[in-house]
């Protein structure tokens, strides 16, 4: 691997105290490089979601650490890590493109900036004729791949999902899956997945597994 992107050592993270704390993370060591394709399993409240959110720089951990060696600064800022969330809905009022533009204007981008990157992200998860549409008017598969399309518009270094493909089918699942690892490929861009589900297999280089906390690597 060349210089990782994010590397932890130890990494751990507890919600509570005493006698009502639960340990979400614990003693975590991985490390994700920009030709890094990984994907985690592992049941509900395994810590999969707490993990990509120490990972984004998110939350805090309450033990080892977490670093970025290959952003400036550190941690990343807004844009740098595409988190792709499993509550990152679309505003109803606003159609594809301004969804997806959200971010970039929040960011303080303007004009043709805005416009080119959107168009890139749209082309790139396959939504470029959707731009116009409302969420109201997508189906289940392209409002996730325009949730998709919203954290790849700032051309992230690294991409950390979160049950992407969630309360989609089996197809339509492998179908978004696989248009986000052509995404990562595209961007050189790291990739961390999560998930409950059973990945296809030969889609991700890498399988993990969290079970009561713990990161289990190299499935």
């Not at 690892?181 to 059973?198: F, I, K, N, P």
Request: aromatic share 4%.
């Amino acid at each position: 691997m060349t210089a990782p992107l994010v590397r932890t050592d130890e990494l751990a993270h507890t919600y509570g105290t005493g006698l009502t704390a639960v340990v979400a993370v614990h003693g975590v060591n991985c490390a994700i490089g920009a030709e890094t394709r990984a994907v985690v399993t592992g049941r509900a409240g395994a810590g999969k979601t707490t993990l990509l959110h120490l990972l984004a720089g998110m939350k805090k951990p309450t033990a080892g650490t977490v670093d970025w060696p290959a952003f400036e600064p550190s941690p990343p800022g807004p844009g740098q890590i595409g988190l792709v969330l499993q509550d990152g809905g679309l505003l109803r009022d606003l159609d594809v493109r301004l969804n997806v533009a959200l971010p970039l204007v929040l960011a303080g981008r303007t004009g043709t900036a805005v416009r080119d990157a959107v168009d890139g992200a749209l082309e790139l998860v396959g939504l470029a004729g959707f731009a116009k549409k409302a969420p109201r008017d997508l189906t289940g598969e392209q409002i996730r791949l325009a949730i998709l399309a919203r954290a790849l518009a700032p051309e992230p270094k690294l991409i950390l999902a979160d049950d992407p493909a969630g309360w989609l089918d089996r197809l339509a699942g492998e179908r978004l899956l696989g248009r986000l690892v052509e995404a990562a490929d595209r961007l050189a861009a790291g990739l961390l997945v999560a998930t409950a589900e059973q990945a296809p297999a030969g889609l991700f280089g890498e399988r993990w597994a969290m079970v009561d906390g713990k990161l289990v690597r190299d499935l």
